[in-house]
């Protein structure tokens, strides 16, 4: 039965990978599934048909066969439960692994989400000179706390796993901002998941998205 993700049609990363449908490309590649992507405007998004697959008028979505599930992270932890590849078999291992997904889409997007918000839509308010200096440094209190962790090692938790496909995930958010350049053990780990050849046939699919449409 073949999976059906939704992407946006005209993507505003502008096709760096950043959009949260490729997380779950990603997964998709990492466990070997086949997929299909139907492409949404933003307008599309917000009418009847989509809103009965996401309540909230987002992407990505996940159909198969009467399954449909939304949420990047609830959508990556399904297809790492059901397709070998992105969680351990051990069971204590497989809960940490689990943790960590957790960790990446609360404790670390999270501020830095908050960045991009701020960035983006408070620009002009009297209050954002001073706003910002204080999200980032919420941002460094956390990036330390992770690179503390990750030490020397190449991964969270022994193997490679969906915990480190989230993270990845939502560090890459800060590749432009600089502030992961402070962290070279946590620069080092992204870029370790984007040499991943998953993420990288994940990542040209989601960029021929943007690049179809840029010259169409």
């Known amino acids: 039965m073949t999976i059906t993700i939704t992407a946006f049609e005209r993507s ?14 990603w997964a998709l590649e990492e ?11 933003f307008k599309a998004m917000k009418e009847p048909t ?3 697959l996401h309540p909230f008028g987002q992407i990505p979505t996940y159909e198969e066969g009467d399954l449909v599930l939304f949420e990047s992270g609830a959508i990556v932890l399904h297809i790492a439960e059901h397709y070998q590849g ?40 009297t209050w954002y000179e001073q706003r910002l200096p204080m999200v980032e440094e919420r941002i460094r209190k956390r990036l330390s706390e992770l690179s503390g962790h ?23 958010r800060l590749k432009s901002s600089g502030l992961l350049d402070e962290y070279r053990n ?3 780990y992204v870029a370790r998941g984007e ?9 040209e699919a989601q960029l021929a998205v943007f690049t179809a449409v840029s010259t169409g």
């Open 31 to 41: 466990v070997g599934q086949p997929y299909d992507v139907r492409l949404l405007s």
């Open 195 to 203: 040499a991943r050849p998953a993420y990288k046939r994940a990542f």
């Open 86 to 125: 992105l969680l351990p078999d051990d069971a204590k291992a497989r809960a940490r692994a689990i943790t960590w997904m957790f960790a990446a889409l609360t404790t670390m997007e999270a501020p830095i989400v908050d960045r991009e918000v701020a960035k983006l839509l408070e620009r002009d308010e």
């Open 186 to 188: 946590l620069s080092a």
């Open 12 to 25: 505003p990363d502008r096709g760096k990978g950043l959009a949260r449908d490729m997380r779950v490309r």
């Open 150 to 172: 990750l030490g020397d090692a190449d991964w969270l938790d022994g193997k490679f796993s969906a915990g480190d496909l989230l993270m990845v995930s939502v560090l890459l």
């Open 50 to 52: 989509h809103l009965a």
